[in-house]
């Protein structure tokens, strides 16, 4: 997944959570309404017939769909009369159909919501409110990890429950360490070493690079920024840290290890994605999130020969941004009902224990993360946990985030490809963040 691929209180220690269907696929279910409710435990209630239906679930990462796939199937074990129905949009095209779907009324039933997202969709009334239900005592959010369950909150209202976290970890080719006799990356490196260690591993001449030192953001360079004592956006979300200083030179040595030949060039990495260049065994080292562990262990070139490091320390910290997604509801379901029963079952501890024990993600659900862990028992998946504790929340937590971020990686492209200087592109990102921040008011 890329981007995270794949949300908003800026709180100390909080994480951040962070989708849609084809235009059509949301409310083209089979069956009528359910004559009778299922209770609030999720099994069907008695007493009265039910007819069958059918709500669409869809999510955007392959990787999770056989576990997403078995949750849908322990769910209708429980309730026989409703069928759940996964389906995958892949990132790339997710939001651009998700942005159809909303308001023709063709959302999916149940589906993931990036933090990065939410805003746009709560206050287009396209997200089903579960405050009610929340206040019912039909599901208690003080069950998730720190404060996950006010993140898909607006104006009081409750939309979506936390489904998983992610944190952002340094893989690392083993093959790669050793055949040049480097021991691996631990938890004293700082960001001197990697930029010393990727130059020792880089063969140009071989199309191999030490370091994917990409223009990106979650995965990427605002994890260089905050270990560098720079900011991304003010905690109080009124002003960019872009420009400052220490953000500056953050991003200058990143960019500094593709001068140097240690990271292959900006057109490569557009050409072709460093966590695709990892998996062929052409990088040696890249950050990437917890979320795609799955993504990197289905390829058959790495398959064995990579494993995880925490990110590097800073100056000042170690850097790490988390964030995650919920689950919600569309408000114009034909089946709602049926669809608050899935919803509240995907946010069950039965669900989050399917999701560790699969390795699927990392559960929101208080204490199921070790299952997760214990998923790949080669892999040093721990680091993800461990990070989570001092990370900062995932920076989408005002209404102007839509606009920013989508400029953002306008204007840092063209200091990447070097149209412009790595400063001057900072710059102007944080005059444009400041503009976005004052428009809203």
């Known amino acids: 997944m890329n981007m995270r691929q794949k949300s908003a209180a800026a709180v100390a220690g909080a994480l951040l959570v962070s989708s849609l269907a084809l235009a059509g696929c949301g409310n083209s279910n089979d069956g009528g309404e359910a004559a009778g409710s299922p ?58 159909k998700m942005s159809a779907a909303a308001p023709a009324g063709t959302l999916p039933d149940v589906f993931w919501m990036h933090g990065g997202q939410f805003i746009k969709y709560a206050t287009g009334q396209f997200l089903e409110p579960i405050t009610d239900k929340v206040q019912a005592g039909e599901i208690d959010l003080n069950n ?64 191999i690079y030490g370091f994917g030192a990409k223009m ?31 953000s500056i030179e953050a991003l200058k040595a990143r960019y ?3 001068l140097d030949k240690a990271s292959p060039t900006h057109q490569q990495m557009t050409d072709t994605d460093t966590v695709e260049m990892f998996k062929s065994g052409k990088l040696a080292m890249i950050f990437d999130g917890s979320w795609d562990n799955g993504n990197l262990a289905s390829s058959d070139i790495i398959k064995g020969k990579y494993d995880w490091a925490p990110l590097p320390k800073g100056k000042v910290a170690r850097g790490n941004i988390i964030n995650g997604l919920g689950n919600v509801m569309s408000a114009k379901g034909k089946h709602k009902e049926e669809s608050w029963q899935f ?37 040093n998946l721990q680091v993800f946990i461990d990070q989570a504790a001092d990370a900062t929340p995932y920076p989408s937590g005002s209404k102007s985030y839509p606009i920013w971020f989508a ?10 490809g070097g149209a412009i200087s790595i400063e001057e592109g900072a710059k102007q990102v944080a005059e444009m963040m400041n503009q976005a921040i004052a428009d809203e008011k």
């Open 39 to 96: 209770s609030a435990g999720g099994a069907s209630a008695g007493g009265g017939s039910q007819k069958s239906v059918t709500i669409s679930y869809t999510i955007w990462d392959k990787n999770q769909q056989p576990a997403m796939e078995a949750i849908a199937e322990a769910f209708t074990k429980q309730n026989p009369n409703i069928k759940v129905k996964v389906d995958v949009i892949p990132w790339g095209e997710y939001w651009t």
């Open 144 to 207: 998730y990890a720190s404060n996950l369950g006010s993140i898909y909150t607006l104006d009081g209202q409750n939309y979506g429950i936390p489904k998983d976290f992610d944190t952002i970890g340094l893989a690392y080719n083993k093959e790669l360490f050793d055949q040049a006799g480097i021991p691996y990356p631990d938890d004293t490196w700082d960001y001197a070493k990697l930029a010393e260690v990727a130059k020792k591993l880089s063969q140009p001449d071989k199309g």
């Open 216 to 246: 990106d953001t979650q995965a990427g360079y605002w994890n260089d920024m905050l270990a560098n004592g720079g900011h991304i956006i003010s905690a109080d979300m009124t002003k960019s840290g872009y420009d400052e200083p220490a």
């Open 256 to 258: 500094q290890m593709i």
């Open 343 to 379: 919803l509240k079952f995907l946010g069950s501890k039965e669900a989050a224990e399917i999701t560790a024990r699969m390795g699927a993600a990392i559960p929101a659900y208080k204490d199921t993360q070790d299952e997760w862990v214990k998923s790949k028992p080669d892999l």
């Open 407 to 416: 400029k953002e990686s306008e204007i840092m492209s063209q200091a990447w």
